[in-house]
């Protein structure tokens, strides 16, 4: 076998092609990994504002709390199951919300949005427990007063503190407060009264739908058993990790599937450009290569070299890709999720796996893209390349 070292010292020795190519190849991998970790963050943020425990209930028929709506006098019957966790002063440890979406004006580019508010009652932080007000205080029941999500804290118009806007005409909120839970979604809402959300958007005797802790997960089947069996409520009953996990499906293939059709056709571009400058390598070193066969080295270590060769170049574009990706996790990327129809905002979310297939895939571009260059150098005469 050729050295390996002489391999490297040939990528050394032409540092600007090998530059240009390894940067080619860095940019592709750069919206691979991008890609991933935006994907990453949309289950991750959906997938944090589930708990184990926790069943969902909505109006049989309904995908989604915004197009749900549950009788206020159901919510007693649904907490009333035996398979609900109690909280320590004997009342059944669930909350009913109603969720509604409204336009505000962004901040620092022109145009407006949806953001989701959600009207929630006085004991939602007992609740939610991971939830937390980091700024200000919480809202009084039975107010006009709102606390905003840490992640949209600022994006919009009036959604910071002492700020105000209007859920509907004539209907004014003032912030007086922003709250944090983790990264998860819910820090892309706005959380209100749920009597003053609910007559913000005329709803008045309903919710958007019922949370419920259980004893245990293990009491899901009985739970989701005795609210579905009754037909009189027409309800229909998930885990809340399964809600979240549909809530994120369409938003998820879509990035997904728009990114991959990006790094495909950069990708192509990018192995190009390896074989641009594998053919280029070959042809200032036919005496090499001529060399190489006359001390005796055969078509297969030839060939093996320069793929080889191909793969370090790919190697290292897919590092420097890899660390310019590492980077977007500064940055804040918001998207109106297909679910809610709201804006919700995500980061971009790294995972060791991530990185490690990202390199893969640009070996697998070096290998590909050098493969007919190195066959090139394989079938190379001896004396025709020593000629040259």
């Known amino acids: 076998m050729i050295p390996v070292a002489y391999n490297l010292r040939n990528l050394t020795v032409r540092k600007t092609t090998t530059l240009a190519t390894a940067g080619g190849l860095g940019l592709v991998v750069f919206v691979f990994a991008s890609v991933l970790m935006l994907a990453n963050s949309i289950d991750r943020t959906l997938g944090r504002s589930a708990q184990g425990d926790v069943a969902v209930v909505m109006r049989k028929g309904s995908d989604a709390e915004l197009v749900s709506g549950i009788e206020e006098q159901q919510i007693g019957v649904v907490l009333a199951s035996p398979e609900v966790a109690k909280r320590p002063d004997g009342k059944p440890d669930g909350v009913g919300e109603i969720v509604g979406v409204f336009l505000l004006d962004k901040l620092g580019t022109d145009g407006v949005s949806n953001v989701q508010v959600r009207g929630v009652p006085e004991d939602v932080l007992a609740f939610r427990p991971s939830v937390k007000i980091v700024e200000g205080r919480p809202a009084q029941p039975g107010t006009d007063e709102v606390v905003v999500g840490k992640a949209i804290e600022g994006r919009f118009k009036g959604l910071s503190i002492g700020g105000s806007f209007e859920l509907r005409k004539n209907r004014p909120v003032k912030v007086v407060g922003v709250f944090s839970d983790g990264g998860s979604s819910y820090e892309s809402e706005v959380w209100g009264d749920v009597h003053t959300v609910r007559a913000a958007f005329g709803r008045e005797g309903s919710v958007s739908s019922v949370r419920a802790r259980l004893a245990s997960p293990s009491k899901f089947d009985a739970f989701e058993a005795s609210i579905e069996q009754n037909r009189q409520l027409g309800l229909e009953v998930m885990r809340e990790s399964d809600y979240y ?111 490690i297939a990202s390199v893969l895939v640009a070996m697998i571009m070096g290998l590909l893209g050098g493969f007919f260059p190195a066959l090139r150098a394989a079938r190379m005469s001896p004396i025709l390349a020593m000629r040259g």
């Open 245 to 355: 996990e549909k809530q994120s499906e369409g938003t998820r293939v879509f990035i997904t599937a728009m990114g991959v059709m990006i790094a495909v056709f950069f990708s192509i571009g990018a192995m190009i450009g390896a074989m641009i400058t594998m053919h280029a390598s070959i042809a200032n070193r036919q005496r090499e290569i001529g060399t190489l066969r006359a001390l005796g080295f055969s078509r297969l270590s030839i060939l093996t070299s320069f793929l080889l060769e191909s793969i370090f170049l790919a190697a290292i574009g897919g590092v420097l890709g890899c660390l310019a990706a590492l980077a977007m996790g500064l940055v804040r990327f918001s998207i109106v999720n297909f679910a809610s129809f709201s804006e919700i905002v995500f980061t971009f979310e790294p995972t060791p796996g991530i990185m």
